[in-house]
């Protein structure tokens, strides 16, 4: 099940929330506001662009390119240090392409939307797991941004930070923030041409021919509400998180799992379940930076949790899918 690991974590979910026309005095000084017009500007505008993604001491340079029209959203984001590779975007479509047999390890932010677009309903609502506040400004890829803080409420997510270009609300630089105030990882824009006139050629791929592997990250997942069979497990899960996607699929082996994806609309984990030997196994956990891995065995299944969260998040569903495992089937 590792093989399926950071790949296969899908972090984000589609949002735009508009505002009513009941907006009170002074709306602009609102986080409500301001994450408003952030949903709608990563989705809505045209835009060609450099990162840079600072994550366990390693730094990627990346390039997106993306475009909205009456035809939908097109988005290609590749990199230009270190191994060749190229994830593009076609409405809910997602592809990786690598080169040769080079392994899909993407990182989790490389996978499908690259920059986040929020549930503001959710994130401001009473079942939030966050406090929301505005910041000061910050001049960032020679733009002026406002700074939003986003803490966690309690153990099981972390914190992060926003820099909103002023004039358009456009996502700028994101932060990962731990409990004790430290940076995880950070993804930045270093310069940006936002209103860009974006060609049919700028989105397709470069790495073409048959040294080349190809991969949909998305074919194995549907709303939860339209899972095709039953879902099998259903474990506790902290306060906030909700099922947002299911499947089934098959690994590298041809094994079949099952996959479930929960959400509290900014962070995210995964969980695989596929058939295992009889014997139990206890926990164990395992760290990539931000991103922990709680795997453990029993009742004849192989339950592996993985996300961008707390290790103690990972830990609390693992150890309630290994509990229910052992209760006796209702008949």
Same mark, same amino acid.
């Given at each position: 099940?590792?093989?399926?690991?950071?790949?296969?974590?899908?972090?984000?979910?589609?949002?735009?929330?508009?505002?009513?026309?009941?907006?009170?005095?002074?709306?602009?000084?609102?986080?409500?506001?301001?994450?408003?017009?952030?949903?709608?500007?990563?989705?809505?505008?045209?835009?060609?662009?450099?990162?840079?993604?600072?994550?366990?001491?390693?730094?990627?340079?990346?390039?997106?390119?993306?475009?909205?029209?009456?035809?939908?959203?097109?988005?290609?984001?590749?990199?230009?240090?270190?191994?060749?590779?190229?994830?593009?975007?076609?409405?809910?479509?997602?592809?990786?392409?690598?080169?040769?047999?080079?392994?899909?390890?993407?990182?989790?932010?490389?996978?499908?939307?690259?920059?986040?677009?929020?549930?503001?309903?959710?994130?401001?609502?009473?079942?939030?797991?966050?406090?929301?506040?505005?910041?000061?400004?910050?001049?960032?890829?020679?733009?002026?941004?406002?700074?939003?803080?986003?803490?966690?409420?309690?153990?099981?997510?972390?914190?992060?930070?926003?820099?909103?270009?002023?004039?358009?609300?456009?996502?700028?630089?994101?932060?990962?923030?731990?409990?004790?105030?430290?940076?995880?990882?950070?993804?930045?824009?270093?310069?940006?041409?936002?209103?860009?006139?974006?060609?049919?050629?700028?989105?397709?791929?470069?790495?073409?021919?048959?040294?080349?592997?190809?991969? %949909?990250?998305?074919?194995?997942?549907?709303? +939860? *509400? $339209?899972? &095709?069979?039953?879902?099998? /497990?259903?474990?506790?899960? #902290?306060?906030?998180?909700?099922?947002?996607?299911?499947?089934?699929?098959?690994?590298?082996?041809?094994?079949?799992?099952?996959?479930?994806?929960?959400?509290?609309?900014?962070? %995210?984990?995964?969980?695989?379940?596929?058939? +295992? *030997? $009889?014997? &139990?196994?206890?926990?164990? /956990?395992?760290?990539?930076? #931000?991103?922990?891995?709680?795997?453990?065995?029993?009742?004849?299944?192989?339950?592996?949790?993985?996300?961008?969260?707390?290790?103690?998040?990972?830990?609390?569903?693992?150890?309630?899918?290994?509990?229910?495992?052992?209760?006796?089937?209702?008949?």
């Amino acid at each position: 099940m590792q093989t399926l690991l950071p790949h296969r974590i899908l972090a984000t979910l589609i949002a735009g929330i508009v505002l009513t026309a009941l907006v009170p005095a002074r709306a602009e000084d609102s986080v409500q506001h301001w994450l408003d017009r952030m949903a709608r500007a990563v989705e809505s505008l045209d835009y060609r662009g450099t990162l840079v993604h600072v994550r366990n001491g390693r730094v990627d340079t990346l390039r997106i390119v993306h475009r909205a029209d009456s035809d939908g959203v097109r988005q290609r984001i590749y990199s230009v240090d270190g191994v060749p590779r190229e994830v593009l975007r076609n409405g809910d479509s997602v592809r990786c392409v690598l080169p040769g047999d080079e392994p899909m390890m993407l990182e989790s932010q490389l996978a499908g939307r690259l920059l986040p677009s929020l549930p503001v309903n959710r994130l401001l609502g009473p079942e939030s797991g966050y406090r929301m506040s505005l910041g000061g400004r910050e001049r960032v890829a020679d733009m002026m941004a406002r700074i939003i803080h986003i803490q966690p409420r309690d153990a099981y997510r972390y914190g992060s930070r926003l820099w909103l270009e002023e004039r358009t609300g456009m996502l700028l630089r994101y932060a990962l923030i731990d409990h004790d105030g430290e940076q995880l990882q950070q993804l930045s824009f270093t310069s940006l041409d936002l209103g860009a006139k974006i060609t049919d050629s700028e989105l397709e791929p470069s790495l073409v021919g048959n040294e080349v592997s190809t991969e %949909s990250i998305d074919e194995s997942m549907q709303p +939860a *509400g $339209s899972v &095709a069979g039953p879902v099998t /497990v259903r474990p506790r899960v #902290p306060r906030g998180f909700r099922l947002a996607n299911a499947g089934k699929g098959r690994g590298p082996d041809g094994s079949e799992f099952e996959h479930l994806l929960y959400s509290d609309g900014l962070s %995210s984990f995964s969980i695989y379940v596929e058939r +295992a *030997g $009889s014997d &139990a196994m206890a926990g164990r /956990v395992e760290t990539m930076g #931000p991103v922990h891995v709680y795997t453990t065995q029993g009742g004849g299944r192989l339950f592996t949790v993985v996300g961008e969260v707390p290790a103690a998040t990972v830990e609390f569903v693992g150890r309630q899918l290994r509990r229910t495992s052992r209760l006796p089937s209702r008949r």
